[in-house]
């Protein structure tokens, strides 16, 4: 087996490729750039430029692919080809990064994921889509600059709660996925151990930093305008902030509690906590 990471420079890329370095297993990773950090060497691959795609199989033998598509990007038809010319290639499995709130039997334009995962399906490969909630990360990327600098989170999800996932767990998953036999074949939600509110994780944020870190509640408007400060397109931050509503809805939180999806195999719960991560990471809002 030898797997290629797509995004394998990014936040859960990197991870599995450790993950499967220390499980003896081959890997190649991909960045736009063709540089990774040690002890990795990288190709260069970009989602926008398809004579990339078929030099990322040059003189290797890769039978697995985990797929991060472009942040940003609502185009799944790069992605698609790719699949197909991986198939052709020799490839027999395929891990899609995905999202709780992204269906294949709903397409959204907004979000490739969904047809993409439709296309895993209808090609007839083995395969698993991975979908993960909220990133426990965020609080030290979206949130880096209003908890250090104004001691703030804010959100448009209101009190509704979110069972929070590390980066390292989504790898684990993955990494399950990847090495399985036989494939499993399906989509599994990717949770963390326990449920919080952004308002709850603003309490927890205040115990672990020492000073009172408040939650501001948004309008679905205010939150999309911050995601277009983030350089996101007008449209697409319209769509993830109206998916705070779902959150405010419940959805997270009846996903976390579905007994359905647990006896499906369908439910990977993560290990760690988003205490855990305030606290090894505290130095990021230090002031």
Do not use: C
Not at 213 to 239: H, M, N, W
């Amino acid at each position: 087996m030898t797997a290629l990471i797509t995004g394998g420079t990014g936040r859960s890329g990197l991870a599995l490729a450790k993950l499967l370095q220390e499980a003896n297993y081959p890997v190649v990773i991909t960045s736009r750039s063709g540089e990774a950090p040690k002890p990795f060497k990288a190709i260069k691959f970009d989602w926008f430029d398809t004579t990339t795609h078929e030099s990322a199989f040059k003189d290797i033998s890769i039978d697995r692919v985990y797929i991060v598509g472009p942040p940003g990007s609502n185009d799944s038809a790069n992605i698609i080809s790719f699949i197909d010319l991986a198939v052709s290639k020799g490839v027999k499995r395929f891990v899609l990064m995905s999202a709780t709130q992204i269906d294949p039997s709903r397409i959204q334009s907004a979000f490739p994921a969904g047809a993409i995962h439709q296309h895993l399906i209808d090609k007839g490969v083995d395969y698993v889509v991975l979908r993960p909630t909220w990133f426990i990360q965020n609080f030290g990327t979206n949130f880096l600059v209003s908890i250090k600098e104004h001691s703030q989170i804010f959100s448009a999800a209101q009190d509704g709660r979110v069972p929070w996932i590390s980066t390292e767990d989504i790898a684990q998953a993955a990494f399950q996925a990847l090495t399985a036999e036989p494939s499993p074949n399906k989509d599994i939600f990717v949770l963390g151990p326990e449920l919080y509110s952004y308002a709850e994780a603003a309490e927890v944020a205040s115990s672990v930093l020492g000073r009172k870190i408040e939650y501001k509640r948004l309008t679905i408007q205010e939150q999309a305008d911050f995601y277009s400060t983030l350089g996101v397109s007008p449209d697409l931050a319209k769509v993830l902030a109206e998916m705070d509503q779902k959150i405010a809805a419940g959805n997270e939180e009846a996903l976390f509690n579905n007994p359905q999806i647990a006896s499906e195999g369908r439910k990977f719960i993560g290990k760690h906590t988003l205490r855990q991560y305030f606290e090894d990471n505290k130095d990021l809002w230090t002031k």
